[in-house]
């Protein structure tokens, strides 16, 4: 699988897991918990990012950050958003330096 391919089956995973009923499916349990349970996890992962690349532990760090990530497809399907729609904003930002990327959104 590509890097994009792995993201957008996860989401299908996680689109699946909606319908399961809360006991069956960690995700399902999440979704069913709703969005200050997911922001909650979203928050725990980045701290343990934080932790593990604080404590140099590189093989830590990619399981953080993968933990991290899922937890962040979750919020996306809780909002009804494909992963495809950040990585196309990604895209549109390709070339474009961070200093005039953020003056664009401070100038809408």
């Given amino acids: 699988m590509t890097d ?12 699946a897991r909606k319908d399961a009923h809360p006991s069956a499916s960690y995700v399902a349990k ?9 922001l909650k996890k979203v928050a725990e992962e980045t701290a343990e990012v934080l ?10 760090v990619v399981r953080e950050v993968a933990d991290l990530w899922f937890h962040c497809l979750v919020l996306l399907a809780h909002h009804g958003i494909r992963p495809e729609a950040v ?7 390709e070339g474009i330096s961070g200093i005039q990327e953020k003056a664009s959104r401070k100038a809408k």
């Fill in 4 to 15: 994009s391919t792995i993201l957008c089956h996860l989401a299908d995973v996680i689109e």
């Fill in 30 to 38: 999440l979704l069913h918990d709703g969005e200050d349970k997911i």
């Fill in 51 to 60: 932790m593990a690349s604080k404590d140099g532990d590189k093989p830590n």
């Fill in 87 to 93: 990585l196309d904003e990604l895209q549109r930002r």
